[in-house]
């Protein structure tokens, strides 16, 4: 994973995180080549106006595919899958924060039924992973966005389901070439 999304710091923690059952790490591959990622933040938000209007929310973060593999569906296939394994474990809704200027973000959310908060935006801090090891720390307002989710949706055998600290699935209804942990 590592070797093609780079962040191993990053990785590291919201494994760590993961096994604590703070949330959960969703990785598309592509023949061996890991391709995109999110995580699923189920912790308190670190943000206060999302702990007062939204209490409890989970959160879709760190959304990405590799430049490479984009506008193919990934992206919306992890975000569906996220959702889904949300709706299953009994979340109501979901939400997320996008940058002001994240354009395609924005219409990829817009797309699969995320509408924005009404409560303005919100300032949060980005952190911002380079290839040498290091990160920074950079302010960014955001928009909220939020989607209600299907509680009737349970798992099926085909559909995903998390186990230990990782969550495997292999599913037809996916695109052929990708697999999912
Ligand atoms: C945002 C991001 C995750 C989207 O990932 P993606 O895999 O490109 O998303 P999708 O392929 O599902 O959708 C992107 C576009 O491709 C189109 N698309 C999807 N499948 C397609 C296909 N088979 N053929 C042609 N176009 C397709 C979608 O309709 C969408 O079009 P739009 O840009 O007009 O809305 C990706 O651009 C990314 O990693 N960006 C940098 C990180 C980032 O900004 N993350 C979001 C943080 S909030």
Redesign the pocket.
């Known amino acids: 994973m590592v070797r093609t999304l780079g962040q191993k710091p990053y990785f590291t923690d919201r494994l760590t995180r993961q096994d604590t059952g703070h949330g959960f790490l969703l990785v598309a591959w592509q023949e061996e080549v890991a391709v ?1 990622d999110v995580y699923v933040w189920l912790a308190p938000a670190e943000e206060p106006e999302l702990r007062a209007h939204l209490p409890d929310v989970a959160l879709i973060t ?4 590799l ?1 490479g ?10 975000l569906r899958v996220a959702e889904e394994l949300l709706a299953a474990f009994g979340h109501e809704r979901v939400a ?4 002001l200027d ?1 354009r ?2 924005q ?2 959310y817009g ?1 699969c039924g995320y509408a924005e908060w009404p409560h303005g935006k919100v300032a949060t801090t980005e952190v911002v992973y380079h290839p040498d090891g290091t990160h920074e720390l950079r302010p960014e307002v955001c928009r909220i966005m939020v989607k209600p989710l299907n509680q009737h949706q349970r798992p099926t055998p085909h559909q995903p389901s998390l186990t230990g600290s990782r969550c495997h699935h292999r599913n037809p209804r996916f695109p052929r070439n990708i697999d999912w942990s």
């Open positions: 995109g760190h959304l990405e595919v430049p593999r984009r506008n193919a569906g990934i992206g919306s296939e992890l997320l924060g996008v940058g994240n395609g973000a219409r990829l797309r």
